[in-house]
């Protein structure tokens, strides 16, 4: 999904007090992703009495790249102390594929019994790149930044709404398409979600779904007909 289209869900989930405790945001830019978990943590943050106070007490923002596992331990004693004028405590870990192995296994047992105040946002650029009992234990948001050969890509307008019919018909016309721009995909997400988004109460459990199975579409071993043609078919809008 788009950073924008992360940032609309992400104040839905606050507003109807649905955030889960442990979320990992991958995508092929480290650094806006970086930027962009920083603004999610502040929107959190954002209409609590006191914005200033509330941030500087139950936020705390690690970089994988300096830190070791006296670090993790640190944050995880962080994580435990009860939030200061604010209903959560976040801890953010920036260039978590940086980490050395002993402070993923540090950070895995932070993340197996949190508080339930404590919220923990990774990113990096896959989730490959960390341990897989790490990675099993946080919701893996991807994040898509385009350059300018987005302006370039065009998707057929029957294609979406055959697509929204959950006639799953198009996979192979998709698929085509993605052997010859494999953005072709990231924007057809981009705006299949997007329409799910005008309406997010109504429809979150697909969006929710779609999201699950966009995110293997990532992995290189998956069969992406078979995960395309689940996502078109929980549609029909």
Request: aromatic residues 8%; contains cysteine.
């Amino acid at each position: 999904m788009t950073i924008q289209q992360a940032e609309k869900i992400f104040d839905s989930l606050k507003k109807e007090n649905r955030l889960g405790h442990s979320y990992l945001f991958f995508g092929e830019n480290r650094q806006e992703i970086n930027l962009f978990i920083k603004k999610v943590a502040n929107n959190l943050m954002a209409g609590e009495s006191s914005l200033v106070s509330s941030t500087i007490f139950n936020l705390q923002v690690i970089d994988g790249v300096t830190s070791g596992i006296d670090q993790i331990i640190s944050a995880g004693r962080f994580l435990w102390e009860r939030p200061i004028s604010a209903p959560y405590k976040i801890l953010i870990i920036i260039n978590a594929d940086q980490l050395g192995r002993e402070a993923q296994n540090a950070l895995l047992k932070i993340t197996e019994e949190p508080p339930e105040y404590a919220i923990c946002l990774l990113s990096l650029p896959h989730s490959e790149l960390i341990i897989s009992t790490l990675a099993s234990r946080f919701q893996k948001v991807y994040i898509q930044t385009y350059g300018h050969e987005k302006n370039q890509i065009v998707i057929d307008k029957n294609l979406l709404q055959r697509s929204f019919q959950g006639d799953a018909s198009v996979v192979p016309e998709l698929l085509e398409q993605f052997d010859e721009n494999p953005l072709i995909l990231e924007l057809w997400f981009a705006m299949i979600s997007g329409k799910l988004l005008e309406n997010i109460k109504r429809t979150w459990p697909i969006l929710k779904k779609i999201l699950f199975h966009n995110t293997a579409l990532q992995q290189y071993t998956v069969n992406r007909k078979l995960q395309l043609e689940v996502m078109i078919q929980s549609l029909r809008i």
